[in-house]
């Protein structure tokens, strides 16, 4: 099975303070993939590592094959990240959440338009495209990535 994520010897530290400290693991194609360790332990520095958010201090971390250190761009085209907190802006209607997001891609505004109404009929949020963001449960609320 093809390996998506290389993770080797994955090492963060905030200057005296080691959040995470020589981690490594692999995920598979098709495979599920959790990291349950205790609180405090760097699972959410882990994981922003994985998305670019934070660059690693030490070790190797390959992505569909690309090193995050210089593929970080083609990496991140392929990814979705569905955070804890929600960082949609609630002075905007959902349509023009996504428009925004897509524009942090460089796609451009025509063309973030036609994908974000796109988006909104395939995930059965067409009729909502137009309210406020606080008008939706927070289920509706989570970022949907979808390629």
């Known amino acids: 099975m093809q390996t998506v994520v290389e993770a080797r010897n994955l090492k963060k530290a905030f200057g005296d303070l080691v959040a995470v400290d020589g981690v490594s693991?692999?995920?598979?194609?098709?495979?599920?993939?959790?990291?349950?360790?205790?609180?405090g332990a760097?699972?959410?520095t882990t994981i922003r590592m994985l998305y670019g958010f934070s660059p690693l201090t030490g070790g190797?971390?390959?992505?569909?094959?690309?090193?995050?250190?210089?593929g970080l761009r083609t990496i991140k085209s392929r990814i979705g990240v569905c955070q804890q907190e929600n960082n949609l802006d609630p002075?905007?209607?959902?349509?023009?959440?996504?428009?925004?997001?897509?524009r942090y891609f460089d796609i451009p505004k025509r063309e973030a338009a036609q994908r974000a109404e796109k988006l909104l009929q395939f995930i059965a949020l067409g009729h909502r495209m137009d309210a406020k963001v606080t008008e939706?449960?927070?289920?509706?609320?989570?970022?949907?990535?979808?390629?």
């Open 25 to 39: 693991f692999d995920v598979y194609q098709r495979e599920c993939f959790g990291i349950l360790w205790p609180n």
């Open 42 to 44: 760097g699972k959410t």
């Open 60 to 70: 190797s971390l390959r992505i569909f094959g690309a090193d995050t250190a210089t």
């Open 91 to 102: 002075d905007l209607t959902v349509r023009q959440n996504l428009e925004v997001f897509a």
């Open 136 to 147: 939706l449960s927070g289920g509706m609320m989570r970022p949907h990535l979808i390629r």
